[in-house]
Every structure is written in structure tokens, then in C-alpha cells.
């Protein structure tokens, strides 16, 4: 099955802690992203990348890191800088930056 | 900077109706836009792409319009179901990546 596939599901994290959120896709897109969706808001781009061991930053990347070293990955570490994490993210990919984007299934960040 | 609009933000039609979200942008210089649907807890699923070139896609019961100009996009949903219950989002891309999202209007089609 070709597709983008985040985990984990849920994720709790304290106080002061890093967390990495996992994003893996099989479809030998190029482009990959994260976005951050609070309740009531359009998404925000935190980081995209368009090519291996390439990324940019989007409007909100403050407070959160990612790398790029393979086609197939793209994980995102919210870092304790981020002062208010708990929202959901979700990751998606596209064959090049042009293209229709493809989400994965999101993952709830919850900060106890 | 761009800026996407979704009028309305919450919706309620009975079971059967035709309807019409909107979708509004304030950059006319867009690459295409995109239609989505969430459902609660999940990711977004790709309804529709439009490329800037083109002025309209359709999907089964789905029809998205494109006005570049006056930017506007309208997703038409015909003979709706209480399976169309869903936030639908539309997102535009700019030429130079960066694809911007609306809130979101959440549609209830009640049985």
C-alpha cells in the first residue's frame, strides 16, 4: 500500500521534554511537509523540505527542528522551546512543491 | 501575504440539498488551489485540484470553480448525505511553495 504514515497516534509529553513525531512515505515524492492545526484555525507550515538533506522554515518554526536524510522520512522534534505544543500535526508529501499534496493521518501532541 | 477565507465556518443542510462552500483569497498569483476534507481526529483527504490555468474540477457529486481574478473558488456538493459530514478546507499555492490554508467550514447534512 502506497501512503504517508505518521506515528505515534497520541503523544504526551512533559514539561521541558523533546519529542519526535515520525513521518514516513512511500510514494518517491520529493516534497515533504509538517503543519501545526489548532482548533478553529487554517493549518500553519512549520517546516517543509523539497529535497533530501534540504528544508526550509514555514511561519511558525520556532521551537521545532527536522531533518532530511531520506527521500522516505521527515521527522519532526518539538524541542521544549516551543512554548505552547499541544495541537495536532500532520505531515504531507508532494512530487515536487507544485503538486497536489497527500496527508497523512496527524498526530495529537499533548503537553501534561 | 496571502490570505484564505471560509465563509461560512459551520453549516447544517438536511439530507438531499445542494450546496455551496467558498472559498475566498486575497493574492490572485496563485500556482492551484486544492479542496480537502477532514474528518474529526484525522488527516486531510484531497477532494479536488485546480491549476491556476483551469477554471473548473469535477468529482462525482464534487464541482470546484476557479475565479483567479476575483479570488474566488466554490466547491458544490449536489444531493448531499449524511456521509458528506466533514470540515472541508480549501488551500491555495503561490508560485514559490508555501500553500496557505482556510479554517474550514464544517458541513452537518442531517438524515
Known amino acids: 500500500d502506497g501512503g504517508i504514515t505518521q506515528s505515534p497516534k497520541y503523544l504526551f509529553r512533559k514539561e521541558g521534554q523533546n519529542v519526535t513525531l515520525s513521518c514516513e512515505q512511500n510514494?518517491?515524492?520529493?516534497?515533504m511537509y509538517w503543519y501545526r492545526q489548532d482548533p478553529g484555525q487554517g493549518l500553519r507550515l512549520i517546516y517543509y523540505?523539497?529535497?533530501?538533506?534540504?528544508?526550509q522554515k514555514g511561519d511558525i518554526a520556532e521551537g521545532y527542528s527536522v531533518s532530511r536524510e531520506k527521500k522516505e522520512s521527515f521527522p519532526l522534534t518539538v524541542t521544549s522551546a516551543q512554548k505552547n505544543p499541544t495541537a495536532f500535526y500532520l505531515c504531507a508529501s508532494s512530487v515536487n512543491s507544485y503538486n497536489e499534496q497527500f496527508f497523512g493521518p496527524g498526530t495529537r501532541l499533548t503537553v501534561l | 501575504k496571502q490570505e484564505v477565507t471560509q465563509i461560512p465556518a459551520a453549516l447544517s443542510v438536511p439530507e438531499g440539498e445542494n450546496l455551496v462552500l467558498n472559498c475566498s483569497f486575497t493574492d490572485s498569483a496563485i500556482y492551484n488551489l486544492q479542496w480537502f476534507r477532514q474528518d474529526p481526529g484525522k488527516g486531510l483527504t484531497s477532494l479536488l485540484l485546480?491549476?491556476?490555468?483551469?477554471r473548473e474540477q469535477t468529482s462525482g457529486r464534487l464541482n470546484a470553480s476557479l475565479d483567479k481574478s476575483s479570488g474566488r473558488s466554490t466547491l458544490y456538493i449536489a444531493a448531499s448525505q449524511p456521509g458528506d459530514s466533514a470540515t472541508y478546507l480549501c488551500?491555495?499555492?503561490?508560485?514559490?511553495?508555501?500553500?496557505?490554508f482556510g479554517a474550514g467550514t464544517r458541513l452537518t447534512v442531517k438524515p
Open positions: 485546480i491549476q491556476s490555468s483551469q
Open positions: 523540505s523539497q529535497i533530501v538533506n534540504d528544508f
Open positions: 510514494l518517491n515524492h520529493d516534497a
Open positions: 488551500a491555495v499555492s503561490p508560485p514559490l511553495n508555501d500553500m496557505r
